[in-house]
């Protein structure tokens, strides 16, 4: 009998992908419109004890914060802007009360960031043998400012709204406190903050002006997947300008020979990967600090799609 | 310190209220207008191996038609009509990919009894310790046509679309096969059925005239439990028709002495129980066959919200 163990997430999700809408997008689903100009997108995840949090790495309250801001930067990675979150708890009886409450309250204070639509609407808590947070999220978007990840041009330039591996360099250094040392009195706050308490980049798209052709995603399963996906689904390439890579303060301090893999494989930084007209591109990474434009779209190379990207290893759920 | 098992759920969801919207209901979200005629309601369920289902008792395909039909039944009771589903599953490695198949195509078939709304338009899959389903529905309902649970109005009376208690008997039949014998040679086929096979009753909804007041909620909690929260929430009593009640075939010989509590407290037959004014009922309940009107609501009588409702227990997940 197959395993889910002996199938990778993607075709895992090939198999189950026959029952589903023709609606159904990768992270989030484009579910018609609301109004004539608007459109309305749906995220959801799940996040297992465990798996996607520790008492270890994250207090409930981090934990809260970061399923909020998971969902959150999938409807950024819209264009979308929140119009509310639906979140289901499923606990052992032996946890702490307070430890659901500092959920509820990490939950709300990534919300509070991010005006009227970003509240709790509705939920459901119930027994469960590990401790399991299920989120949805709705945003509402315009439709001309929508923005998908199969729409990347040949010749567009592809810009990152921030840096990548922070993330990771925090957990390491959550789980490693002994790796401290490395840092040479490099303040590690960066790097904690990026891991418990990721920013959604609600703030990048009122600096994309309207009627730009963008395509796009979230990083948050690392920077060489949100790459390799855009380019699939647009069915391009892309030429990567390593050089042009941030790499953030300290890291490289921290990770040593893993640093490309951290920056590359690392996930979880939320930030997002565009691709622009090039004009377009340059005025948004003038706008915005801490962006950098890192390679362009060209024809696709099915063999090597991102090239240089010799390694397409990507976090995988089932492994 | 206090953990969850020690405050029942009514006052655990009383912790966590503050941290919501105001826009939160009970099982269902208004949303807000998605036209100026239509609302939006949304729906959450977590489903957990071995507390909300179980090989012992459903097969993949039947775990799947309950998640689905419980989500749906949360719309149909708020009036509204499907708009899409997402669902996210928790799964252990070694898990068998037909299990998930399975799930995935009796959640299929079920939306597939309800048009082009009810579809799957997203979804997660992640590891977990233990398989879990997490079901989020989103609905439209014209706003004239919204049923809520808190516009119950004395001297309505209360009306039933169906028995109650089939899908405990099933449940039973199912974990203890020898209680077979007691149903004397009447056939347990719709009792397994009601279990393993709910349906959510939205052709109810067209036969409920436009402009009437209508408050209700659907009865996957039970009986009584839908009951009181009607009156709670439009702070009224009600007044039972005891023997109006319909005992469905068969059940009486199975449950004996316990057939008023699964008929009251069993849970999980998703029937709608309604309040209407009394010509509207008698006109509802003539269109709709195996409904009953079981009671009238009357001046709130806090001692004592349901005349004769002696025992309030109700299920209690966290118990």
């Not at 915005?288 to 696709?300: K, N, Y």
């Amino acid at each position: 009998m197959i395993k889910t163990r002996d199938l990778g997430e993607k075709e895992l999700l090939a198999r189950i992908r026959p029952f589903c809408s023709d609606r159904l997008g990768d992270d989030c689903a484009v579910m018609g419109a609301t109004s004539l100009a608007q459109q309305m997108v749906i995220t959801t995840d799940m996040l297992i004890d465990g798996v996607h949090f520790s008492d270890r790495t994250t207090s409930p309250e981090d934990t809260g914060w970061r399923a909020a801001a998971a969902n959150l930067s999938d409807l950024a990675a819209m264009g979308a802007l929140p119009w509310g979150l639906v979140i289901a708890v499923g606990l052992p009886p032996d946890t702490p009360v307070s430890w659901l409450e500092g959920v509820y309250c990490g939950f709300k204070a990534c919300l509070d960031c991010y005006g009227q639509g970003a509240e709790i609407v509705g939920g459901d808590l119930v027994r469960s043998p590990v401790r399991t947070l299920a989120v949805t999220a709705f945003g509402q978007v315009e439709k001309s400012r929508l923005i998908q990840r199969d729409t990347a041009q040949v010749g567009d330039l592809i810009l990152i709204t921030g840096s990548h591996g922070r993330s990771k360099a925090g957990l390491e250094l959550l789980l490693n406190p002994e790796l401290i040392a490395k840092l040479n009195g490099f303040s590690p706050v960066s790097f904690y903050q990026a891991h418990q308490r990721p920013i959604p980049r609600f703030d990048v798209l009122p600096l994309i002006a309207q009627g730009q052709s963008v395509s796009g995603m979230d990083s948050s399963d690392g920077l060489a997947d949100a790459m390799l996906q855009i380019s699939k689904a647009s069915k391009v390439g892309a030429k990567i300008y390593w050089d042009a890579i941030p790499i953030p303060p300290g890291l490289e301090l921290l990770a040593g020979e893993h640093l490309w893999n951290w920056i590359l494989y690392g996930g979880e930084d939320f930030e997002l990967v565009l691709t622009l007209a090039a004009e377009s591109a340059q005025t948004l990474c003038q706008a915005l600090p801490g962006s950098a434009i890192i390679g362009e779209i060209i024809l696709d190379d099915s063999s090597d799609r991102i090239e240089g990207l010799a390694d397409h290893r990507t976090f995988q759920h089932f492994s």
